[in-house]
Every structure is written in C-alpha cells, then in structure tokens.
C-alpha cells in the first residue's frame, strides 16, 4: 500500500509539489530510490544487476534508477562492457560528495561547525569562541562558514558541488516543527523562545533548508546510524547533563519535546528528599567547578588525587542511578556515554560509572564508548540527508 506524501518541509516550488500530490506512482518511485540509495550507499560499489537482485525490482526498474542516481550526480558510471556488441555501462559507486551538508554544534562558550558528505564524512571543521547571542550562533556562524567552505575543501581537493542544507544542534529542549527553544540555560532561557525568523533568516542567505534538533537527540542518531540496535541511548555529561533516544529505530522526542531530558530529574542525598535538586545541579560542569574547582581549562592534572577521586565517585554515582533507572522504564540496555566530563576525566569515570550501572541494574545493560568524533554533527547532517532525500528522490527528473 502507498504512503502518503511527505509534507512540504523544504518549501519546494508549489509546481513542483503539486505534482508529487497528484502523483501517487511518483511516490512509489521515491520509495524504490531511496531503498536503491541506501543500499549503494552503504555497498559503494554495485551493478544495477544487484540492485534489482536484492531489492526485488525488475531490471527495467534498477536501469531507470540507476540512470537517475548518475544525472543527478549521486552516482558515477566505472565499467563499461564491450560498446561493440551495446553492452552499456553497469557498475556504479556511490558519489558522497555530490552534495555536502553544514552542521553547527552549540557547546556553551565553542561553536563547532563542520561540512560533511552524504556518507557523513566530516570534512572540515572549525571551532569559534562566541558570546552567546542567538543570532551570532544560528546565522553569522553557519554563514561565514559557508563563505570559506569551497577553499577549505578545495585544500583538501574536494570540489563543493551543491549545500544539502544546514543542521543546527543546540542544547535545551527543542521544538524541531515551530522552531521553539526552551529551558537553554546557555542563552538563558526557561520558557519558549520563537526563532523561525532568525532561521528563516540564515536559510535565506543560504539558499538552502535548516533543521534543528536538541544537541543530544543529534548525536544519539549519529551514534545509532554507526551500530547494529534498534534501541539507543546516549548520555552526555558536560555542561549539560541529557540523554538521547532511538527506538524501534526512530528518534524519540515527545509530544512536547522532552524526552531524555534527565538533567531535570531530581535527586537528593542523605535521605531528604525535600531537598532534592536536580541531577544537572549535581554533575553538570558548573556545579563540578563549584565543588571541586574542576573545568575544561584546568583539567584533572591540577586536581589533588583525593579531589579527583572524590569527583568521579560522584559522578558515577548519579550516572549509575540515572542509567539503571531508565534501563528499568524503556527497556533499553545499550547506553552510550559521552560529552566533555566524559572525554576529560577518560576511563577512569567511564568503568565506574559502567561497573555501578551494571551493578545497579538487573536488566544486562550495556555501556559503551561513543565511536564518533562528534555524533551530533553527524546525526544534523543525517536528519538533513533522510528529509532532503525522501523529497528529492520523489521528483522525477527531465520528464522520467
């Protein structure tokens, strides 16, 4: 049975839409590229023979998908059979780099902001010092990026062809449909702020789509497009303290955007629970500069080994609690943990913190180390590629 449409996200050309509307079998279309796309990608190198072969579509098919891929660049033709006898070309590796995608992460002070292929291949990144102003993060940032992009990858001896779009990351909880942030203490914010405008704003100079998504809902899909599990989730410790979640193979958010928000649980100590604060005002980096005069300038080697200690007892401890806890409600067991306290303090938190969940919970769970450089970056430039794509591949292309 046919799905219906996808909605008009990327504001294409009202003819152009329209025509996918009052064209189902231009949908079915989209559905077999998208399945053909995915699997070059992930192969590299494939015959439209296998195309066909494995994803059950008649040759006729693979041939006018293949074709496709290579007119729109996403695909390169590199065997040719015998042009005597009408044999025509049948091999074809997947181009990553016929398109690349802007990707902007948001970690208090430091603006980190990449370009990466449709393979998610980090390119070229860089890192700003900022004030903490909105628009200098969500448009001057991404922008002034994209000026220098075609040299930074020239250098590399990529040639820029086309800007998919760009991928905002930013921490506080996210409404990624009305562009609403809130509860970002980074920008001061607890209640709803509205920045369709400034988004609006930076697409336009751009000429291209933005999406945003909170920071660690983005690297939880960075990390799950890397491993083999339905179920994902991703805890960091840093300036914040949040948690991203994949099930059943889809980013779980909510109905009003909070899902994994475990900063806000309480948590108390010494059996007083009146006077519970919350787990963010326990481990979060502040709170771990207040009390142990620990930040990202000073490190660990300044520390006295009783402070250090100390530290990463705590840490644990509440990571442990907040792990085996909800292991416990959503039946999840792999658990990946990261973020700055994370990377600063190295094995010596992690083992802890994974001996304590282990311990804690009778469920197997499963601690892991993240395997990405910057999983946020790469689930912005996935949740780019998966949207643009599904639309793209809808539309035919000189009248196919």
């Not at 990390?223 to 960091?236: G, K, M, Q, Y």
Request: net charge neutral.
């Amino acid at each position: 049975m046919l799905t219906k449409p996808p909605r008009n996200e990327y504001n294409l050309p009202a003819k152009e839409w329209r025509c996918i509307m009052k064209n189902p079998v231009s949908i079915l279309k989209g559905s077999h590229r998208q399945r053909a796309l995915s699997l070059l990608a992930s192969r590299r190198v494939l015959s439209r023979q296998d195309i066909a072969a494995e994803l059950g579509l008649s040759q006729q098919t693979a041939m006018k998908i293949m074709n496709y891929f290579a007119g729109a660049g996403l695909a390169d033709c590199i065997g040719e059979g015998d042009s005597q006898v009408g044999r025509k070309p049948q091999m074809y590796a997947f181009n990553p780099n016929a398109a690349q995608i802007i990707a902007v992460l948001h970690e208090g002070s430091l603006v980190r902001v990449g370009a990466l292929n449709l393979a998610c291949d980090l390119l070229v990144e860089e890192t700003a010092e900022i004030s903490g102003n909105i628009h200098e993060i969500l448009v001057e940032v991404p922008c002034g990026f994209a000026e220098r992009m075609p040299k930074l990858l020239a250098d590399k001896g990529i040639q820029t062809s086309r800007i998919l779009g760009l991928g905002l990351c930013l921490p506080g909880v996210v409404d990624d449909k009305r562009f609403d942030i809130s509860f970002a203490p980074s920008f001061a914010l607890r209640s709803s702020h509205h920045i369709g405008d400034t988004i609006k704003e930076v697409s336009k100079r751009l000429g291209t789509p933005v999406t945003v998504e909170n920071d660690v809902n983005a690297a939880v899909y960075g990390e799950h497009s890397v491993r083999n599990t339905p179920d994902l989730a991703f805890i960091t410790i840093g300036s914040g303290v949040g948690m991203g979640l994949v099930l059943d193979g889809k980013l779980r958010r909510g109905p009003v955007f909070t899902a994994g928000e475990i900063g806000l649980i309480p948590y108390y100590a010494n059996g007083d629970l009146l006077a519970a604060r919350s787990v963010e005002d326990f481990i979060g980096l502040d709170a771990l500069k207040q009390q142990f005069g620990f930040d990202r300038h000073s490190g660990v080697e300044s520390m006295p080994p009783g402070a250090l200690g100390s530290m990463i007892d705590m840490v644990s401890d509440v990571a442990a609690y907040v792990i085996a806890t909800c292991a416990a409600i959503l039946n999840v067991t792999d658990f990946v943990l990261g973020g700055l306290t994370v990377e600063l303090l190295g094995d010596g938190l992690f083992d802890e913190v994974k001996r304590k969940a282990v311990s804690l919970s009778p469920f197997g769970v499963k601690l892991h180390r993240q395997r990405l450089d910057c999983p946020s970056l790469v689930g912005a430039a996935r949740k780019i590629i998966d949207m643009q794509m599904r639309t793209l591949l809808t539309l035919d292309r000189d009248g196919e």
